[in-house]
């Protein structure tokens, strides 16, 4: 495992400071963090807490995933699976704090979540396995914690400072779920840490390629929610299609997995066609829409002159 030197402290949903900024994450910090607690943190059920269950089913119904999550047959299995996580009380707690102050970002991490379950029953058929699996969807992106909320909700383009703490929010997950999970490579660590890392190495936080199916599974459920959901930095979301197109690029390009983006495919399909039946076309019709900023940067002396 390749060595992470941390550009900020990681900090708790109580304001306590983990590990300090400029810590490496070598073997012996890991296992100091992991051990720290002698007992288990409170567990909860993930379905249970709040208004997750119906926040999930609201979501289902905003298009393209009317069409994704359509079908009763489809929600019982996911509901069925989801069920099924249990994690840490805190955590919950951690993931409930962005339904309040950055809605963008607890939208995106439950229906990350529905879409790996989706797609992890398709490639994944050992019920244990893909529960490790989903496990990671709801907390993938738990390390925007450690993220100032003003740079989360930014509209304008951010910069070279801001995206430097922005892309903190990997080893900072992962930190935060060695912790709470009290094992440094439990899947749902590494998963928060891999999740922006790509499969020709063109990701961070080490640029190291990654050839591993679960991970490839969030990665995926990952960019396309991204891509179609509202976000700060554009007036517009992605329509599906051009989405799809920009998965399916990404995937021919060797950026993401061409199988897992099959599955995405597929399940987009009225017509529920098996992904071994979807092909990866080339062809380009839609359009990223317009005063879109996600990887734009400005210079820290620019942004501090406006």
Do not use: W
Request: with cysteine; glycine share 6%; proline share 6%.
């Amino acid at each position: 495992m390749p060595e992470h030197r941390l550009t900020h402290a990681v900090i708790d949903l109580t304001g306590r400071e983990l590990l300090p900024a400029g810590t490496l994450l070598t073997m012996p910090v890991l296992q100091t963090l992991a051990g720290e607690h002698k007992t288990d943190f409170p567990a909860c059920d993930l379905l249970d807490y709040g208004q997750v269950h119906a926040d999930m089913l609201y979501f289902f119904e905003v298009p393209p995933y009317d069409v994704i999550f359509h079908e009763t047959e489809r929600q019982q299995t996911l509901f069925d699976i989801a069920g099924d996580v249990v994690m840490p009380e805190t955590l919950l707690t951690s993931l409930y704090h962005f339904r309040q102050l950055d809605f963008y970002t607890y939208r995106h991490m439950l229906l990350v979540f529905a879409l790996s379950i989706l797609i992890g029953r398709e490639l994944i058929h050992d019920r244990a396995a893909l529960l490790q699996e989903v496990m990671a969807g709801p907390i993938h992106d738990i390390g925007k914690l450690c993220v100032p909320l003003p740079i989360l909700t930014k509209k304008t383009a951010l910069t070279s400072s801001e995206i430097v703490h922005l892309r903190h929010h990997a080893l900072a997950g992962y930190v935060l779920l060695t912790h709470f999970f009290r094992e440094h490579e439990t899947l749902a660590a590494r998963v928060a840490r891999d999740h922006h890392e790509r499969k020709n190495g063109s990701g961070y936080p080490s640029g190291n390629p990654i050839d591993n199916l679960m991970i490839d599974i969030i990665m995926v459920s990952d960019v396309y929610d991204a891509l179609i959901s509202p976000r700060p930095y554009r007036p517009m979301s992605y329509d599906n299609r051009t989405a799809l197109e920009e998965i399916t690029r990404q995937a021919v390009a060797g950026i993401i997995s061409q199988t897992v983006a099959r599955v995405l495919i597929s399940l987009n399909r009225r017509s529920k066609p098996h992904y071994s039946c979807c092909t990866l076309s080339s062809e380009r019709r839609g359009a990223p829409p317009q005063g879109n900023l996600y990887g734009r940067m400005i210079s820290d002396s620019n942004d501090h002159a406006q």
